[in-house]
């Protein structure tokens, strides 16, 4: 299965749109910063959201075709697409981020993955362990010594039939 990838023409020069790489993620969020979470999971809300933003954020999930994510000048991209890009190719920008990036699928997960974390630690707490538990207890031996059960005692109890001398 091949990864899903959307290509734009604009002033005649091509530009990809792929899924997210956490480089992208942590621009986009930068970008975004001021917008809340919970927004990002509605794309009607995040569509609107966007067009305040729309030049940042397009200078992130884009790319010119040949080059790298890592040697893009957000800042200086998102001024130069600003006047370049018709409302159409936005539209599109858009609507394939969503394609590319099950925002709220991923979000879910996120969420699903915090919480089995939190409960995790809960758990941890009310037992007041801190570490794995042991499977079970040590042995002790008459004596109050303690014995792991592989371990042969030196004398042995009053009564067993073993004899340790022989």
Same mark, same amino acid.
């Given at each position: 299965?091949?990864?899903?990838?959307?290509?734009?023409?604009?002033?005649?020069?091509?530009?990809?749109?792929?899924?997210?790489?956490?480089?992208?993620?942590?621009?986009?969020?930068?970008?975004?910063?001021?917008?809340?979470?919970?927004?990002?999971?509605?794309?009607?809300?995040?569509?609107?959201?966007?067009?305040?933003?729309?030049?940042?954020?397009?200078?992130?999930?884009i790319t010119k075709e040949g080059v790298r994510l890592q040697?893009?000048?957000?800042?200086a991209f998102s001024g130069e697409i600003e006047f370049a890009?018709?409302?159409?190719t936005v539209t599109r920008v858009v609507q394939d981020f969503?394609?590319?990036?099950?925002?709220?699928?991923?979000?879910?997960?996120?969420?699903?993955?915090?919480? $089995?974390?939190?409960?995790?630690?809960?758990? %941890?707490?009310? +037992? @007041? !362990?801190? /570490?794995?538990? $042991?499977?079970?207890?040590?042995?002790?031996? %008459?004596?109050? +010594? @303690? !014995?792991? /059960?592989?371990?042969?005692?030196?004398?042995?109890?009053?009564?067993?039939?073993?004899?340790?001398?022989?």
């Amino acid at each position: 299965m091949g990864e899903k990838q959307f290509t734009y023409e604009i002033n005649g020069t091509t530009y990809i749109q792929r899924p997210l790489v956490l480089g992208q993620i942590k621009q986009l969020s930068n970008v975004l910063e001021n917008i809340s979470v919970s927004m990002l999971t509605d794309e009607t809300a995040m569509a609107k959201l966007l067009v305040n933003n729309i030049s940042p954020v397009i200078a992130v999930v884009i790319t010119k075709e040949g080059v790298r994510l890592q040697d893009k000048d957000i800042e200086a991209f998102s001024g130069e697409i600003e006047f370049a890009i018709d409302a159409e190719t936005v539209t599109r920008v858009v609507q394939d981020f969503f394609v590319c990036n099950p925002v709220a699928s991923i979000y879910e997960k996120l969420s699903g993955m915090v919480k $089995s974390i939190r409960k995790g630690k809960e758990k %941890q707490a009310e +037992t @007041g !362990s801190t /570490g794995p538990a $042991s499977s079970s207890p040590a042995e002790t031996s %008459q004596n109050g +010594t @303690g !014995s792991s /059960g592989d371990t042969p005692q030196g004398n042995v109890s009053p009564g067993s039939n073993t004899d340790p001398g022989t």
